[in-house]
């Protein structure tokens, strides 16, 4: 009997261990290896002959002075063009009358590459390049046209403090500049000149794009649960699910790109960016919602298409965030996600100019999550 009571008392404790278990420990969370980019990457120009080349050019004959002397006007003070050194960088400056810096041109330093992407594509006269102008006090403060020779090299153009609100005069210089440069240095104005690939060159990023590939077809599973895996395993799930909203709501402009673990809509002027989410990763809705370091402010309960969701905004109103719980409930793990958030516009650099989202992105924002909802998740559960 004794025996039988020990017995007993184990499958109870047993038991209770099991119910317990059951309870309190929450269930694994799922495990997704992280996605990698799938598209070959470009390859780069050799770099020690670019080097090479760019060595062996006399930059100062890049500063044409026939362009000059069509854009002098009636000033008959006498340029010269003054070669430098710095930084071990060869630059030229072409100064009238021995002082006023009109134009300037030098080699880019490898480290600013990443600001390329900051500036609209021009073609001067076949040659692509990047140009930038700089707005100040609600005008053209300064202007800049960057020629790419690799993907880490460059030959910038510059206005002098003497002629910094005439981009016009700079985009002459450069068009004649760039013609003098060997034809094996420049790209066409289609050329590959980056490592990013395809819509990735519009992401605005400070990666290389190595993390980035154009977004490809793929099959939006059916039911909550395998979207959300499938979009932990695979941003192009993720894309797909927001494809169509997007292209509808916010117009054919915007592509989309996989990266890990998002997907974003990019266009080529840069002046909104969009990510979208579709994952089992990441926090449940009500984490934003709760939001106990209280990073966001204007949080709002919301509902699209029946399915509870947050809505929120950074402090400084450049960004809003859509988070909403497929599973009909804001503290499972797992939601859809859209953010957007203005960009400074590409070719414009502007800091006084204040990024905050419109009140018809925030329309256009939430009719997508309207769609998307409504579209993949307006299921019985």
Not at 325 to 332: E, F, K, M, T, V
Request: hydrophobic share 35%; charged share 25%.
């Amino acid at each position: 009997m004794k025996f039988r009571r020990v017995i007993l008392g184990a499958v109870l404790v047993g038991l209770l261990a099991a119910c317990t278990d059951s309870v309190d420990t929450p269930p694994p969370r799922p495990q997704f290896s992280k996605w990698q980019p799938k598209q070959p990457r470009p390859a780069d120009r050799d770099e020690q002959a670019v080097g090479t080349a760019l060595t062996a050019l006399d930059f100062c004959t890049l500063l044409d002075l026939a362009v000059y002397e069509r854009r002098r006007g009636g000033d008959t003070r006498p340029v010269t063009r003054e070669p430098e050194l710095k930084d071990g960088k060869k630059w030229c400056t072409l100064y009238r009358d021995g002082y006023e810096d009109l134009v300037y041109v030098h080699d880019m330093d490898p480290g600013h590459t990443s600001l390329r992407d900051d500036g609209a594509v021009v073609d001067l006269g076949g040659v692509k390049a990047y140009q930038v102008e700089t707005h100040r006090e609600s005008g053209i403060a300064g202007c800049a046209i960057t020629v790419p020779v690799s993907f880490q090299r460059a030959v910038k153009f510059e206005l002098g403090m003497s002629r910094s609100k005439d981009c016009e005069l700079l985009r002459d210089f450069a068009t004649a500049g760039a013609a003098k440069l060997p034809r094996e240095l420049v790209y066409p104005p289609d050329g590959q000149d980056s490592g990013r690939v395809g819509a990735c060159a519009n992401w605005v990023s400070n990666s290389k794009g190595g993390d980035c590939d154009p977004a490809v077809d793929a099959q939006v599973p059916t039911g909550a649960e395998l979207i959300l895996a499938a979009g932990a395993a695979d941003p192009n799930v993720e894309c797909a699910v927001f494809r169509d909203a997007v292209k509808k709501t916010f117009g054919p402009d915007f592509a989309p790109i996989a990266t890990p673990g998002a997907c974003y809509f990019v266009e080529p002027l840069h002046r909104l960016q969009i990510e979208a989410g579709a994952t089992a990763n990441g926090g449940a809705p009500g984490e934003w919602l709760a939001d106990p370091n209280k990073t966001f402010k204007d949080h709002q309960r919301a509902s699209f298409s029946g399915n509870p969701g947050v809505a929120f905004r950074s402090k400084d109103d450049r960004e809003l965030s859509l988070y909403v719980s497929p599973l009909g409930n804001l503290d499972a793990r797992g939601h859809i996600r859209l953010r957007i958030s203005p960009q400074p516009e590409r070719g414009i650099d502007d800091w006084e100019r204040s990024k905050v989202v419109s009140a018809v992105d925030v329309a256009r924002a939430r009719a997508v999550m309207e769609l998307v909802m409504a579209t993949h998740f307006r299921v019985a559960r």
